[in-house]
């Protein structure tokens, strides 16, 4: 057998599915783990009302880490002022780059309503997140390395009609390997993805989009709300490493079990993190009724969690209000300290204070409201 040499492009990269036993005893028995837990996930997030507000704010979280594992560095902060602002946002090229993951993952998330996953789903996502019209690479010379020595690691294989060839046995893999367990299908093909590399960027990144995205064909989530890139930017050497293991050792069952591990790290984690996104909706509604039922509206609650930055213009585009009384209401909102009201040029944003804290933080949890006293909730009804 020939030893492998990272210099040289990989043209012997074996097609799927692999040699061996893929489903050892204990994947098998961590698969058991990782199906409870997403089915957990999905359970919780069917109780948000709004299923809006989940496929907002998880993405947004998702990618942020995402585009860090890439050394793509964004702060939550500028990546909720640009979605709130869309076209309007002067934010930097790291901030750009990061919210077009998010809008990438939607677009695919979109596409799965009138075909499976195919290479030219990974085609338009990794054109998407990377904001130019991209295709399967056609020239040499890709090679990946070290980010601290500049030594190559890993030379992907080079030939069009060979990654394409490759690509639709991955394809294939996918949609008909299915006496496989749908989560060991997913990191076998995380893996070949990678491995083929099949674009001159955004590889990585549109391989955690097509992991997300397969989950959700395959039934295991009803939304793109895994937050799988927080396990993997937490564990970045060891994602690597069992990478090329696969490669240099065809280790695989290491590999499937440190995917498996972290799906299942993550949907337990997201769905806390939803539950708590619950409770602070809830809590919301019940002290924005108590402190300012002149303008309460559920409707109104709803708005200021679309996104954690909100604007007047989001109001009116609700219908709940004229332009005049929707920016009345959220100076409202301001003053009893549910939101704070920031100047981002010309426009004016409401930032919902506790939900964006809640979503940037590791912890669930989320400061209480001030009790209203009897007699100021008297005043306020007057």
């Not at 359970?43 to 993405?59: C, F, M, T, W, Y």
């Not at 709803?302 to 219908?319: A, H, K, L, T, W």
Request: glycine fraction near 4%; aromatic fraction near 8%.
């Amino acid at each position: 057998m020939k030893t492998f040499d990272p210099t040289s492009p990989y043209n012997a990269l074996p097609k799927l599915p692999p040699a061996g036993d893929l489903e050892t005893k204990a994947v098998l028995k961590k698969c058991a783990s990782v199906h409870a837990a997403l089915a957990a996930l999905k359970e919780r997030g069917r109780r948000i009302p709004d299923q809006s507000v989940l496929i907002n704010a998880i993405p947004i979280m998702e990618a942020k880490d995402s585009s860090a594992i890439e050394n793509i560095v964004t702060t939550s902060d500028a990546l909720f002022r640009d979605a709130s602002l869309k076209d309007d946002s002067d934010a930097d090229p790291a901030t750009k780059e990061a919210s077009r993951y998010r809008s990438a993952l939607q677009l695919g998330f979109q596409t799965l309503a009138h075909r499976p996953i195919t290479t030219r789903t990974a085609v338009d996502i990794c054109s998407d997140l990377k904001g130019v019209d991209l295709d399967v690479r056609s020239v040499p010379g890709t090679k990946l390395r070290n980010t601290n020595t500049g030594d190559v690691i890993y030379t992907p294989p080079e030939g069009e009609v060979l990654l394409r060839e490759l690509l639709a046995n991955w394809e294939r893999f996918l949609n008909d390997a299915t006496e496989l367990d749908p989560v060991v299908r997913m990191a076998v093909g995380h893996y070949q993805f990678e491995a083929i590399h099949p674009f001159i960027d955004g590889n990585g990144r549109t391989g955690r989009v097509i992991n997300i995205l397969f989950l959700i064909e395959q039934g295991l989530l009803d939304l793109p709300t895994l937050y799988l890139s927080r396990y993997i930017l937490a564990n970045r050497a060891d994602y690597y490493r069992l990478l090329l293991d696969v490669t240099t050792k065809q280790a695989w069952e290491a590999w499937i079990l440190y995917m498996l591990d972290g799906i299942e790290n993550t949907a337990r984690w997201t769905a806390e993190k939803i539950g708590a996104i619950y409770d602070l909706i809830d809590a919301t509604v019940a002290y924005v009724r108590d402190a300012a039922p002149k303008i309460y509206t559920r409707e109104l609650v709803d708005v200021i969690f679309m996104q954690p930055y909100s604007r007047i213009q989001n109001v009116v585009e609700r219908g709940l209000a004229h332009r005049e009384k929707a920016s009345r209401d959220l100076k409202h909102l301001v003053a009893i300290g549910v939101l704070r009201e920031i100047k981002v040029g010309r426009e004016k944003l409401f930032l919902n204070v506790r939900y964006a804290a809640l979503l940037s933080g590791d912890a669930n949890t989320f400061d209480a409201f001030a009790k209203i006293e009897p007699a100021a909730s008297a005043q306020s009804k007057k």
